[in-house]
């Protein structure tokens, strides 16, 4: 595609639910990236996939999260038993080299 | 600890008015700097990208200031317009292989007619 979609990109839960994110990054991009962003914050880095390298997952903030990504292709982020302070806006990105990092639209998460 | 100081958190200016953000940083060893701006509800998209050698780079009406000794940046934004109302986010890449970027908290910029 044209850029990165995520999906979905709204998602109300209720605390305790697990919930899945998914990425779709630009074609031919190695490296995928998720972040969060809690409102007024500034984003924090989850985990980098680089083809396939074992992934760096030194961002996740519990073992409640866990990413997948088979190949370069989809990414999946999720969250088990989720909490009231996973609400944010869940952002994945993808680069074919150092510079090029493209967004996407992100999934609003809300756990109830 | 790496980290991203962006000032002022928030700025309210007139259409037509020029204003700066500003970005100091503490990331090291330094790879490169950027500004995204991102809008309400959008991911964040890619205004400048600088390297160590660059002072200074434009895009448009905005033009991004670097100075690697001081580790300080700014963003001025030239006769602004209702549609810069945003976030801009500084973002510093530290050289760890496959540049991790480390985000500042941004600054939200409202354009008022």
């Known amino acids: 595609g044209a850029g990165v979609s995520q999906s979905p990109s709204n998602k109300v839960t209720e605390k305790g639910k697990d919930v899945e994110l998914r990425c779709d990054p630009i074609s031919g991009h190695t490296a995928l990236y998720w972040y969060r962003q809690r409102l007024g914050q500034g984003l924090e880095f989850l985990i980098y996939f680089q083809g396939n390298s074992a992934p760096d997952k030194s961002g996740l903030p519990s073992d409640r999260f866990s990413a997948e990504r088979t190949g370069e292709s989809v990414s999946t982020l999720t969250i088990q038993r989720t909490q009231q302070e996973d609400s944010a806006v869940y952002l994945c990105a993808s680069s074919y080299d150092s510079y090029g990092y493209t967004f996407g639209s992100g999934t609003r998460l809300t756990v109830v | ?113």
């Open chain 2, 1 to 113: 600890k790496n980290q991203v100081e962006q000032s002022p958190q928030s700025l309210i200016i007139l259409e037509g008015k020029n204003c700066t953000l500003q970005c100091n940083y503490t990331v090291s060893p330094f790879s490169n700097l950027r500004w995204y701006k991102q809008d309400t509800g959008r991911g964040p998209v890619s205004l400048t990208i600088m390297t160590f050698s660059e002072n200074t780079k434009s895009n448009g009406r905005y033009t991004a200031t670097l100075d690697a000794d001081t580790k300080q940046s700014s963003l001025h934004i030239t006769a602004s317009q209702l549609s810069d109302s945003a976030s801009y986010i500084c973002v510093v890449s530290a050289t760890t292989g496959y540049n991790k970027l480390i985000f500042g908290a941004g600054t939200r910029l409202a354009v008022h007619p």
